[in-house]
């Protein structure tokens, strides 16, 4: 049985990559934005906020899952 050597690291100069990370980030974006009920001034700038910091996240989590190898 042979050892397979791939880490779990995707190559950010890859443009799919990027694509995938965008997809994702659109529809988190969408259920967050539809599902809270509310137009209340904070509930709009937690959206904002949550909008904002939910893309590194999702960037570092296809970066950790991608597969470089």
Same mark, same amino acid.
């Given at each position: $049985?042979? @050892?397979?050597?791939?880490?779990?690291?995707? /190559? =950010?100069?890859?443009? &799919?990559?990027?694509?995938? +990370?965008?997809? !994702?980030?659109?529809?988190?974006?969408?259920? $967050?934005? @539809?599902?809270?009920?509310?137009?209340?001034? /904070? =509930?709009?700038?937690? &959206?904002?906020?949550?909008? +904002?910091?939910? !893309?590194?996240?999702?960037?570092?989590?296809?970066?950790?899952?991608?597969?470089?190898?």
């Amino acid at each position: $049985m042979k @050892k397979l050597n791939k880490k779990g690291v995707a /190559d =950010v100069s890859d443009p &799919k990559f990027w694509g995938i +990370v965008a997809v !994702l980030w659109l529809v988190v974006l969408i259920a $967050m934005w @539809k599902m809270s009920m509310g137009s209340d001034t /904070d =509930v709009t700038r937690l &959206k904002i906020m949550a909008s +904002v910091i939910s !893309l590194p996240i999702i960037a570092g989590i296809s970066y950790l899952m991608g597969q470089n190898g």
